[in-house]
């Protein structure tokens, strides 16, 4: 593939709650690659996260993007993401008022349908969207070029107390259907790596300050009030789309437990496994990785 070939892209995102997801969209915005086909919406309040992309979209002059609500409730387990504190900032930027309710997945579907081989479907939250996605057409996995996912924690155990990543543990039972599915090639991006590339408050300020990423600074406001920092999970993710180079990655079988209640959505990954579906991100260059991103987004 040449360096300037573009790359068609669909977005799954819990934008809203950590204030990563913005930052990856303002990436996948302006990166010159990047065929945006869409962005769909995940978890508790789904149509308010859609007019979240929407204003974002918007104050990077991108109107175009097809944007659509997607699943508000896990498959099986209680929702525990419920609010949305970053939609303060849409009383101050242009937005669309309403998104029709959980039609993603169907815009997901006739997507990928229509354009068999060529897309990279990217998913940063929870995995209602992907799993419901998976389960009612097995073979939609197989028509995709690549999936590539921000979640799980895949060396060793999670530390902190042993329980499962975020984005796998919120919904394990689809997360669970997504490992498990036919996908020609998948990359996971986990909090083994991304851990590894984050920025104080004062210098994410100063990144964010002005021009079209204004609005993400102002949404990280919200964020600052109980981190002072902001850790690139999904917009390493989202980097690796377009520069895998970043990330060392290792071929292995992953799989999600779901038997202990403690435990569920934990991931297991196992790189002597006959079966070596997956690809795990092992390492990072946070300094490379930092350098492309903003490079990128003031393009």
């Not at 930052?23 to 065929?35: E, F, G, I, M």
């Not at 969207?129 to 590539?148: C, M, Q, T, W």
């Not at 259907?177 to 104080?200: K, P, Q, S, Y």
């Amino acid at each position: 593939m040449s360096s300037d070939e573009k790359i068609p892209v669909l977005f799954d995102t819990d934008i809203g709650s950590d204030i990563d997801d913005a930052v990856a969209l303002a990436y996948l915005l302006s990166q010159p690659r990047c065929d945006l086909l869409g962005v769909t919406t995940v978890t508790g309040k789904p149509t308010v996260r859609a007019t979240l992309v929407d204003a974002v979209c918007q104050a990077f002059g991108r109107k175009e993007v097809p944007i659509h609500s997607g699943a508000g409730e896990p498959l099986l387990v209680p929702q525990v993401q419920t609010e949305v504190p970053q939609n303060t900032v849409l009383e101050r930027y242009a937005h669309r008022g309403t998104f029709a309710p959980n039609v993603a997945v169907d815009f997901l579907r006739q997507t990928i349908r229509s354009r068999p081989g060529e897309i990279t479907l990217l998913s940063v939250g929870p995995l209602t969207n992907i799993g419901l996605l998976f389960a009612l057409d097995p073979e939609i996995s197989s028509l995709l070029k690549r999936y590539v996912m921000m979640g799980g924690y895949y060396l060793g155990r999670w530390p902190y107390g042993g329980l499962a990543e975020h984005n796998t543990r919120c919904d394990p039972h689809a997360s669970a259907i997504v490992f498990a599915a036919n996908v020609a090639e998948t990359r996971c991006v986990g909090l083994d790596v991304t851990l590894r590339c984050r920025m104080d408050v004062d210098e994410c300020r100063r990144r964010f300050g002005r021009g079209r990423l204004k609005i993400v600074g102002e949404m990280a406001e919200e964020w600052f009030k109980v981190r002072p920092h902001i850790t690139f999970h999904d917009p390493l993710a989202a980097a690796c789309i377009f520069e895998p180079e970043l990330c060392e990655f290792r071929p292995g079988l992953v799989e999600v437990e779901l038997q202990s209640d403690r435990l569920c959505g934990v991931t297991h990954f196992n790189s002597h496994a006959a079966d070596k579906r997956h690809q795990v991100a092992v390492d990072v260059k946070p300094a490379a990785f930092f350098e492309h991103y903003f490079a990128t987004v003031k393009a």
